[in-house]
Antibody, heavy 117, light 111 residues
């Protein structure tokens, strides 16, 4: 059974960098795609970007200038960094396994990150 | 504004059937058979219930079905149950630079 678990600071100051890590068990990040999805409180889902098994990445054009997704195969985990955050980046951040057919079959429980001074 | 358009809310009584629409364009929903649907209960992570327009993952009730016509995909839930009350999101492949685009979500209320 594939399991994903997010971890990271729950509070980040404006203009700083948000960082969340996802530990994967039951599968290798060297297979499939591994993505980040976020959901602001009371709002819908937004795709942030993906890390492919090849090591390449793909980002939402609206966030591309601020996003970095990277993987650590030795720890079987992948990470999200979002720079220059504002209150609009306050959200639950989910790590997800994405298939080549663009559906998201395994989700982490989500990590709430609040941007506030 | 979401890339795909869903009704904000739908409702139905136990035992009834409801359909949630998801309207995109000829560049996403209309072009690919890569539509998926997710169910999200309050405080929980979304759960995949339909993929590739009409396929159900193992363990998902056959009361959930999906279809597509032109630029609009649909999720039908038959024999509504109280536990179906949740938010539902559609999702489609759109392009290599936007492989995952979501609808705004639909809140299903079971009366």
């Amino acid at each position: 059974q594939v399991q994903l678990q997010e971890s990271g600071p729950g509070l980040v100051k404006p203009s700083e960098t948000l960082s969340v890590t996802c530990a994967v068990s039951g599968d290798s990040i060297s297979s499939y795609y591994w993505s980040w999805i976020r959901q602001p409180p009371g709002k819908g889902l937004e795709w942030i970007g993906s890390l492919y098994y090849s090591g390449s990445t793909n980002y939402n054009p609206s966030l591309k200038s601020r996003v970095t997704i990277s993987g650590d195969t030795s720890k079987n985990q992948f990470s999200l960094r979002l720079s220059s955050v504002t209150s609009a980046d306050t959200a639950v951040y989910y790590c997800v396994r994405e298939t080549a057919w663009s559906y998201l079959d395994y989700w982490g429980q989500g990590a709430l990150v609040t941007v506030s001074s | 504004q979401s890339a795909l358009t869903q009704p904000a809310s739908v409702s139905g009584s136990p035992g009834q059937s409801i359909t949630i629409s998801c309207t995109g364009t000829s560049s996403d929903v209309g072009r690919y058979t890569l539509v998926s649907w997710y169910q999200q209960h309050p405080g929980k992570a979304p759960k995949l219930i339909i993929f590739e327009v009409s396929k159900r993952p193992s363990g998902v009730s056959n009361r959930f079905s999906g279809s597509k016509s032109g630029n609009t995909a649909s999720l039908t839930i038959s024999g509504l149950q109280a536990e179906d009350e949740a938010d539902y999101y559609c999702c489609s492949y759109a392009s290599s630079t936007s492989p995952v685009v979501f609808g705004g979500g639909t809140k299903l209320t079971v009366l």
